[in-house]
């Protein structure tokens, strides 16, 4: 069996196809694997010997996206005697007569207006009913994903398998006497809430920060927020934030590697993750994996993850206040959530994503 996969992400960290497969690598030494990728992505050194890297360019949009389903990847699959297909474009090849699956990390492409846009949409969804008709399976990495795959496209629901993305080992709880020694150095011995500032959440900083103005005024807490920059500078997050009026209170930290992350989030009182658009992967699970109770945005794709182990707030600066008092007064609510919390996030392994994309392969000979 040779395994050809098209690797399509941001980065490595962020390939649901990628991590998978390079765990099923180390599983199955027998296989051999071609992991076609752009050359901007980042690749580890110590790959198995039976993974090949087959450096392609990634497509900018649907004309090239076109090209590569119609032109080169025919090609490259016939080169490299491929077996099987595994595509993270969410396309494939109509002439490929090979068995051929779709690895979805997002749905974005069936959104009018999404907040991540994928510049060759209109290809995808042209061609996206042919595509699940030549497809052996169709991995999707959230529920969230595969209901608007098939609200749209029904006869997908049958081809359909669940392929969560796993979370790096470091996120996980630490014990009473760890967290109070890391209070310490990091907030004064002071609990305090987290949240992230990165793209997909910066257009609510704004609100976060009023929330827990509001917060501050009704409950007289000596609470802190960390506020964890990702990939953006503080100016980028809130301009006028030396203005703030709780700005003491807030610990501004540059995210600078997932360790020093997890630190931070196993030992918060809580996190505050509010997105504009709930996506796949690291996230509000981290913080579940982690032992920390979740207040987020509320939403279908949001619950369909998070389940009833997170408060939901509605778009509001109040609401969200409203969503961290109950936290602060409510330490049975706190735990019960921490502990659904946990159940949920153990769920996501790489182990369990590699065996699913295991059997539907040994499914399709």
Same mark, same amino acid.
């Given at each position: 069996?040779?395994?050809?996969?098209h690797?399509?992400?941001?980065?490595?960290?962020?390939?649901?196809?990628?991590?998978?497969?390079l765990? %099923?690598?180390?599983?199955?030494?027998?296989?051999?694997?071609?992991?076609l %990728?752009?050359?901007?992505?980042?690749?580890?050194? !110590?790959?198995?010997?039976?993974?090949?890297?087959v450096?392609?360019?990634a497509?900018?949009?649907?004309?090239?996206?076109?090209?590569?389903c119609t032109?080169?990847?025919?090609?490259?699959?016939?080169?490299?005697?491929?077996?099987?297909?595994?595509?993270?474009?969410?396309?494939?090849?109509? /002439?490929?007569?090979?068995?051929?699956?779709?690895?979805?990390?997002?749905?974005?492409?069936?959104?009018?207006?999404?907040f991540?846009?994928?510049?060759y949409?209109k290809?995808?969804?042209?061609n996206?009913?042919?595509f699940?008709?030549?497809?052996?399976?169709i991995?999707v990495?959230?529920?969230?994903?595969?209901?608007?795959?098939?609200?749209?496209?029904?006869?997908a629901?049958?081809?359909? /398998?669940l392929?969560?993305?796993?979370l790096?080992?470091?996120?996980?709880?630490?014990?009473?006497?760890e967290?109070?020694?890391?209070?310490?150095?990091?907030?004064?011995?002071?609990?305090?809430?987290?949240?992230?500032?990165?793209?997909?959440?910066?257009?609510?900083?704004?609100?976060l920060?009023?929330?827990?103005?509001?917060?501050k005024?009704r409950? #007289?807490?000596?609470?802190?927020?960390?506020l964890?920059? #990702?990939?953006?500078?503080?100016?980028?997050?809130?301009?006028d934030f030396?203005?703030?009026?709780?700005?003491? !209170?807030?610990?501004?930290?540059?995210?600078?590697?997932?360790?020093?992350y997890?630190?931070?989030?196993a030992a918060?009182?809580?996190a505050?993750y %509010?997105?504009?658009?709930?996506?796949?992967?690291?996230?509000?699970?981290?913080?579940?994996?982690?032992?920390?109770?979740?207040?987020?945005?509320k939403?279908?794709a949001?619950?369909?993850?998070?389940? !009833?182990?997170?408060?939901?707030?509605?778009?509001?600066?109040?609401s969200?206040?409203?969503?961290?008092?109950? %936290?602060?007064?409510?330490?049975?609510? /706190? #735990?019960?959530?921490?502990?659904?919390?946990?159940?949920?996030?153990?769920?996501?392994?790489?182990?369990?994503?590699?065996?699913?994309?295991?059997?539907a392969?040994?499914?399709?000979?």
């Open positions: 069996m040779i395994i050809a996969a690797i399509f992400a941001a980065s490595l960290s962020q390939s649901g196809l990628y991590n998978s497969l765990l %099923l690598a180390r599983q199955q030494p027998s296989i051999s694997f071609i992991f %990728l752009d050359e901007k992505l980042v690749i580890d050194t !110590d790959l198995p010997d039976n993974i090949s890297l450096k392609v360019d497509p900018k949009n649907g004309l090239t996206l076109r090209y590569w032109i080169k990847m025919p090609a490259l699959l016939k080169k490299y005697k491929a077996s099987h297909f595994i595509s993270e474009t969410g396309a494939i090849g109509s /002439r490929i007569n090979i068995p051929q699956f779709i690895f979805l990390n997002s749905a974005a492409f069936l959104q009018k207006k999404p991540i846009a994928q510049p949409s290809y995808l969804n042209k996206f009913s042919e699940i008709e030549k497809a052996s399976g991995f990495a959230e529920n969230f994903i595969a209901d608007a795959v098939t609200k749209q496209y029904r006869e629901a049958s081809k359909i /398998r392929v969560r993305h796993g790096n080992a470091g996120f996980k709880p630490v014990n009473w006497e967290k109070e020694q890391f209070l310490e150095t990091f907030s004064d011995g002071t609990e305090y809430f987290i949240a992230e500032c990165s793209v997909l959440t910066r257009q609510n900083i704004l609100s920060l009023k929330a827990f103005s509001l917060f005024k409950q #007289k807490s000596s609470m802190k927020l960390a964890v920059l #990702k990939e953006l500078s503080l100016q980028d997050c809130i301009k030396h203005l703030y009026k709780y700005r003491s !209170d807030v610990i501004v930290v540059p995210y600078t590697n997932e360790e020093t997890a630190k931070i989030l918060c009182y809580a505050v %509010l997105p504009v658009q709930i996506i796949a992967g690291p996230g509000g699970i981290d913080a579940l994996a982690s032992g920390t109770a979740l207040v987020t945005f939403s279908t949001a619950e369909s993850i998070y389940k !009833d182990a997170a408060l939901y707030a509605d778009l509001t600066e109040q969200v206040a409203d969503k961290m008092m109950l %936290l602060y007064k409510d330490e049975a609510l /706190r #735990k019960s959530i921490i502990e659904k919390g946990l159940q949920i996030s153990s769920q996501y392994t790489w182990t369990l994503a590699a065996n699913e994309v295991w059997q392969l040994k499914a399709n000979p």
